[in-house]
């Protein structure tokens, strides 16, 4: 009985191997044309001769379909050998995209579409594609597109797949909303955002319409923004449009700001062998930041300090973090500077620039093939990447060489359009202003700027055209051209008439750290008329003019950002040497402005500005190159209207200078979304009458106090400002209340 029930269980377990594993002989492939029994073989990923069960048989056929090139597999055992009958799918012969006009637009679908021509046709595939095609149109602002998907039969097993799009119209943003606990303006997180509500004017800017990544990059920008105003934990909850019908949407950002945070403590942990004295610097700015609003933007600017120290002292392979600790709404900040591992760049590649060449890209890296690779310097490169404005997205990809202590980097860019129409317009008390233009700054791929503008207001008619390479022939210099040309007519309160054209180049680089000096030729030909009560002085100097002068600049910008500036300075000073000349007027200016951060976010600014004209052969300056004060410079009074005058003109003078003092105040009007507050204080003089000092010409310094108030209104800002002149000239011209309308967009 023993026995029995023995081979009754060895018979059992044989036949429950036999049904779930098997040995076969050899491989028979059935039903393949075009692609190899080899090749199958390598996508199926077995071995011949070795025992088979059910799980394999399940993987390889997986890892045929996963192949994409069948369209039916079987697999099975028969006399001892392993049977794989496929199917193929058709080759797809042409891919054709129906429905979109644009050549570049469909040039960007064809690029991203997984499916090729000569690829092997896939259902699944098709589909993904379909999905892409439609996320793509998205992001270029058709929320109501859609995509069908369809092949001809063309015999052979080939086909032709097109997909048949219909992009409906795009999305249009109608408006941009900010709610929650959001602590400013509207008005000024708009200017903070790339997104931009629809108007008709902005007909090529891209960002009027709907865009989901341009939307999360908004939130990005909304989360520094605040960040940077000590608001440490904020949270952007959510942006999410809302649809108003008539392809217009409202894009929502929700906005939870928490409470301020500010810096308290600073720690500097250098290795063991390295002297603190070379990080002195570092302490004086641990000291100025010391209980002020948590920033990031103070972070990097520490950061920065110590890679310029770290270039500076050749320490080629330190690298810096910081580590961030939480008392209260106080934040202590950890820096730990230590040496990382030796590594040179073996390779660089620069991908996805269609348009940019090559080199323009690679004129703006710091660090090149052969070099030492360098944190701080690569991260300088994205930064100098993206500030370039050709693309929508700049990363990097850092790849490791196996068993080498080299590494590959890939620098990954996004194009995006860099052509601009621009159009404004402004009225104020003195006259209207309307001014058009047309920009292309990535010219043919080789990143030179031409830009064409032309103004017009009640006094003139001006026409510029001109030209910047910011890496004149692959250096760090750049070289620019202009031509220009205007009417303008100032007879009736200065008594002359200008008509003027010219050219000018130059070149400029960055001479030491945000210090920037530009320097140049420009050659022009007026001609000068009087109007006939002027005085017998002031038509001595009609006729033709030819000048050729020589100009330079220095700029030391050390603002905080460029926009909405609430700390740092910028300093400039700019001088015009003549070469030929009737009057050999050699021209100084200098402005400096500074800019301070002080209660509830008010900002505090002082500017000044001093100019100079005098003549080297003791000749006359003529009238258009004279000094006259800009309402802009000297609020409460008649733009220019000040100063020494002969008979009824003014006639501007040889020496000029302004001082403005101003401050925001939020506490007014603090539950306004679209209006700022302000108030001033104005102090100016312009004097110096060369070709007769028997003319009045009083030195006494105008002043004046004011209030201004800048409205958001959807057509541009409006500006009022009310001032009242504290001391004036006995001839000068008052004007209490201005204002001014418009935009530039």
Known sequence: MFKFFLHFFLLFIFLIFSAHSNNYEKIIVNGNERISNET???????????????????????????????????????????????????????????????????????????????????LAFVKNDEVSILNFLKNEGYYFSNVTSSYQDLGGNKIDLLYKINLGQKSKISKISFIGDKQFKDSTLKNIILSEEYKFWKFLSGKKYLNESLINYDKRLLNNFYKNKGFFNVVIQSSFANYLGNDKFEVVYNISSGKKFYFNEFTLNLPVDYERVNFEQLDKIFKELKGKNYSLNSIDRILNEIDKIVLNEQFEFLKSTVIESIQNNLINLTFNIGESEKYYVQKINILGNNITREEVIRNNLLVDEGDAF?????????????????????????????????????????????????????????????????SENNFLGRGIEFSSDISVSAESLKGILSMNNPNYKGSNRSLNASLESSITDRLKNFGYKSNKSGFSFGSGFEFYDDLYWNTGISSYVEKLETDSTASASMKKQEGSYFDVLFNHTFNYDKRNQRYQTSDGYISRFAQNIPLISKSYTLTNSYDYKIYNEWLDENI?????????????????????????????????????????????DFIGGNYAATINIATTLSQILPNSQNTNFSIF?????????????????????????????????????????????????????????????????
């Open 40 to 122: 199958i073989l390598v996508f199926s990923q077995i071995q011949e001769n070795k025992a088979l069960d059910e799980n394999s048989i399940n993987e390889i056929l997986k890892n045929l379909y996963q192949s994409g090139f069948f369209k039916d597999v079987t697999v099975k055992i028969e006399n001892n050998n392993l049977i794989i009958e496929v199917l193929e799918n058709p080759i797809i012969q042409t891919v054709f995209i129906e429905g979109i006009k644009r050549k570049k637009t469909e040039e960007s679908i064809y690029e991203i579409l997984s499916l090729k021509n000569r690829s092997a046709y896939n």
């Open 681 to 745: 204080f104005d102090a100016a003089n312009v004097w110096g009458i060369d070709y007769n000092s028997a003319l009045d010409d009083e030195s006494k310094i105008r002043s004046s106090v004011g209030i201004a108030v800048d409205f958001f209104t959807p057509i541009g800002p409006l500006n009022f400002s009310f001032s009242e002149a504290i001391t004036k000239g006995k001839n000068d011209i008052t004007e209490s209340f201005r204002f001014n309308l418009g935009t530039t967009f």
């Open 604 to 648: 505090f600014s002082i500017a000044f500005f001093g100019k100079t004209t005098n003549s080297l052969s003791g000749k006359d300056v003529k009238l258009s190159d004279r000094l006259y004060l800009p309402a802009s410079k000297l609020r409460g009074f008649e733009s220019g209207k000040v100063g020494p005058q002969d008979g009824t």
């Open 374 to 438: 360098n944190e701080i310097l690569q991260t300088r490169t994205l930064n100098n990447l993206r500030s370039l404005n050709f693309f929508s997205n700049v990363e990097t990809e850092i790849l490791d060489v196996e068993n080498e202590n080299k590494k590959i980097i890939n620098i990954i860019v996004e194009e995006k359009s860099t052509g601009e129409i621009m159009a404004g317009a402004g009225v104020g008390t003195g006259g209207g202003t309307v001014a058009f233009g047309v």
